[in-house]
Each structure stands twice: as structure tokens, then as C-alpha cells.
């Protein structure tokens, strides 16, 4: 099993769509979640961090889940400029990376 | 499937010495190899584009004799951090390329004394 776990998509959806992105992670003892945004062959960069109780910037609410070892996105209001991978990463010092959904917001 | 490794996961050497981190795509094949480095609270940054049989891309201000980049075979990049030295300690990431998706390894960490 894969230490992170993303379902690869694509997922396509009109503008204004709410679109949901899940992530499984195997090792209960993580302690530090993130999700990063990668366009083509650009650096991820961090989205936002998920912490326990749920967190909301703007359009975006990630969640956690640590029983279940889930972490979810949520992109409300989708926009063109949405249009990217979105990355779970597990870990800190010790970062995992899933591999990544891929999103494509239409007109 | 899609699993990409690297190696070491954590080296540990004295200054002026050089360092080789090894990336692998186990079981696919990766004409693009992609190296990272994350330096503490700070996101990754991009250094260097690696294809398969010829240069490397470089980004702007990643020295290229100081950080060689290997690409020898479609499954293995190599990049070797020459007379290392305490600030280039970090954590260096790679990624591969498999049908327009990226798949990371899971780093190495370097620490220069």
C-alpha cells in the first residue's frame, strides 16, 4: 500500500462547480498534512495546511479526518485559474507526497 | 504502480565532500526527471529539469557544476552535490514523469557538518 493515496482524476467541471479531492495515508503516527498545488512542470506550491479541526481559506476547506487517516479538499465556486494538480502531502521533516489530482475547470 | 525511490534517505557527511543522491522510477520508465530542495519552513523550489540522455535544464541561480545532474538511463537520475558545504544541507526531492504526471520520491535529507 502507498504511504499516500489520491485518486488521480481527472476530474473536469464547470466553472462555479464544487469539486471534493480525497487522501488516504497509511501511518497513523503523522502529525502534519498539507495540500500543494502543482501546475505543469512547475514546483508545488503549498495550498494550505489541514489542521484537526478542519480549516477554511477563501474557497478552499480542507479537512482531516485521523481515524480514517483522510484528509479531504474542497474547492467551492470553482474558478478557470483552479485548473492544477492538487497534491496530499503527509509529514513534516519527512514529507510524502501523493501523486497528485488533476483538475480542469471549464468555461 | 508508478513508485519512484531515492537513495540515501538521509546522509550525514563533513564539509567539502561530495554527496550523490540517487533517483529511480521502479516500474515504469522516466524520460524527465525532475530534482527539488526544501530548505526549512520554506516551500520546494524547482533546481533542475533532468532528460534522459541529454543536459539538464537548470533554474535560474542553481549553480550546474555544483549540483551535476545525471539522467543515464530512463529509469535513474543522479545528482551529486560537489565539495558540499553546511548551507547546502536540505532536503533534496525528486520526481518522474510518467504520462504528464509527476511521481515523488520520498527525499533525502542532507545534513552537512
Known amino acids: 500500500r502507498k504511504e499516500v493515496e489520491q485518486d488521480p482524476g481527472p476530474f473536469n467541471v464547470p466553472e462555479g462547480a464544487t469539486v471534493a479531492f480525497n487522501c488516504t495515508y497509511s501511518n497513523s503516527a503523522s502529525q502534519s498534512f498539507f495540500w500543494y498545488r502543482q501546475d505543469c512542470r512547475k514546483e508545488p506550491k503549498l495550498l494550505m495546511s489541514v489542521y484537526s479541526s478542519g480549516n477554511e481559506d477563501g474557497r478552499f476547506t480542507a479537512q482531516l479526518n485521523r481515524a480514517s487517516q483522510y484528509i479531504s479538499l474542497l474547492i467551492r465556486d470553482s474558478k478557470l485559474s483552479d485548473s492544477a494538480t492538487y497534491l496530499c502531502?503527509?509529514?513534516?521533516?519527512?514529507?510524502?507526497f501523493g501523486a497528485g489530482t488533476r483538475l480542469t475547470v471549464k468555461p | 504502480g508508478a513508485v519512484v525511490s531515492q537513495h540515501p534517505s538521509w546522509v550525514i557527511c563533513k564539509s567539502g565532500t561530495s554527496v550523490k543522491i540517487e533517483c529511480r522510477s521502479l516500474d515504469f520508465q522516466a524520460t524527465t526527471m525532475f530534482w527539488y530542495r526544501q530548505f526549512p519552513k520554506q516551500s520546494l523550489m524547482l533546481m533542475a529539469t533532468s532528460n534522459e540522455g541529454s543536459k539538464a535544464t537548470y533554474e535560474q541561480g542553481v549553480e550546474k557544476d555544483k549540483f551535476l545532474i545525471n539522467h543515464a538511463s530512463l529509469t535513474l537520475s543522479t545528482l551529486t552535490v560537489t565539495s558540499a558545504h553546511p548551507e547546502d544541507s536540505s532536503f533534496y526531492i525528486c520526481?518522474?514523469?510518467?504520462?504528464?504526471?509527476?511521481?515523488f520520491g520520498p527525499g533525502t535529507r542532507l545534513l552537512v557538518l
Open positions: 502531502v503527509v509529514g513534516h521533516n519527512d514529507m510524502r
Open positions: 520526481s518522474a514523469e510518467n504520462q504528464e504526471t509527476q511521481y
